[in-house]
């Protein structure tokens, strides 16, 4: 049962977007809080781990933490991605860090050795162990779907297909064919606020006006901003050009991490922010950037486009700082939203419908 802190706070949660008002503070901070939104709405959920072109040929493989599961997506020699746990099943030794190509997984600490499919293939000087059975040595597999390029894990293996849900975000994102879209760079971040403040600050465009008064809003004015498609599953933002003549971008929401950035350029560019290593009042943030086929293949490109990145990011960072440290004031109550923060409610209606039972 969710712990009552998580239960009550999230009660709070507006049914309607007329009425919606912020999150109580608590829930930036409370360990109680992240503990059930791990177990109730994260663990139940379908959770984006990696981008499809990362584990493109046989034996690529990359780790990813969810939820705080070390888990390890590979692609075996049968060419099918698998999600498998990436904690040895003799002492728990993670098996591997970072991304790269294997054709078996070694523990470096007794190097037992498994297949790509999960399989124990062998285990060092075992023979006197009158309980050691290969066969209950697997390592366990997640449950995962690929959609829109991403590859996606459900943890508790009861959450509905992923795609279903998602019928009218795919429709939207279609013209952006963001299954095509491949890597090209990455930005590691340690960041120290609550993961519930990055997501709710990539979600709306509002703030254009205030910390991106000289980048963002200068071509995609916050004020003219607005939630083009929603359900309980995802959120669109839409945000269209200043200038008539230019192009939008969308930002959307797979609830409950998934955040994606896609621009309506005739060469798409995205970014994609992933969110792990959850803790209370911080968490790792991994930009990953993303680009047409054709703007990848261009010399200076890549870097052009993180400094971009990072100097839109640079600007919202004393904002998720600040807010940290403004809802635990004890002065603190939270106000109502916007029309133009319609997606936050969104995701809070997400929260308080696993969390509190609305």
Not at 22 to 31: C, E, H, I, T, W
Not at 62 to 75: F, K, N, S
Not at 252 to 262: C, E, K, R, T
Not at 332 to 341: D, I, Q, R, V
């Amino acid at each position: 049962m969710t712990p009552d802190p998580a239960r009550e706070l999230y009660r709070s949660v507006s049914a309607t977007p007329e009425r919606a008002r912020g999150l109580p503070g608590q829930v930036y901070s409370d360990p109680l809080v992240l503990e059930a939104e791990r177990r109730e709405v994260m663990r139940a959920g379908w959770l984006p781990i990696a981008r499809l072109d990362q584990l493109a040929a046989n034996g690529d493989f990359l780790c990813a933490d969810a939820a705080g599961e070390p888990l390890i997506a590979v692609r075996g020699a049968d060419g099918v991605l698998r999600v498998l746990s990436s904690v040895c099943r003799h002492r728990g030794l993670p098996l591997a860090s970072g991304a790269g190509q294997a054709h078996v997984l070694t523990c470096p600490y007794h190097l037992w050795r498994y297949g790509l499919d999960g399989r124990l293939l062998s285990a060092p000087a075992m023979q006197g162990s009158e309980i050691f059975a290969p066969a209950d040595c697997r390592l366990p597999e997640f449950r995962s779907e690929a959609w829109g390029g991403f590859l996606f894990v459900n943890l508790d293996g009861a959450a509905e297909p992923l795609a279903p849900a998602l019928l009218p975000l795919a429709a939207r994102l279609s013209p952006m064919r963001p299954e095509t879209l491949v890597t090209v760079d990455r930005i590691e971040l340690d960041s120290p606020w609550n993961w519930k403040i990055m997501v709710e600050n990539f979600l709306e465009s509002y703030h254009h006006i205030g910390p991106h008064a000289a980048t963002l809003q200068a071509t995609h004015p916050g004020l003219g901003t607005f939630e083009g498609a929603g359900s309980d599953a995802f959120t669109v933002l839409e945000n269209p050009p200043g200038d008539p003549a230019g192009h939008g971008f969308i930002v959307a929401g797979v609830f409950p991490l998934g955040l994606l950035y896609l621009s309506e350029d005739p060469e798409p560019t995205g970014v994609w922010y992933q969110l792990d290593r959850l803790q209370p009042e911080s968490f790792r943030l991994t930009i990953h950037l993303l680009a047409s086929p054709a703007l990848a293949a261009l010399s200076g490109f890549a870097e052009g486009m993180r400094g971009a990145v990072l100097k839109v990011h640079a600007e919202d960072i004393p904002m998720c700082e600040g807010l940290q440290a403004g809802v635990a004031a004890g002065a603190y109550a939270a106000g109502p939203l916007s029309p133009l923060e319609r997606p936050l409610w969104r995701f809070h209606r997400h929260l308080a419908m696993r969390l509190a039972g609305d």
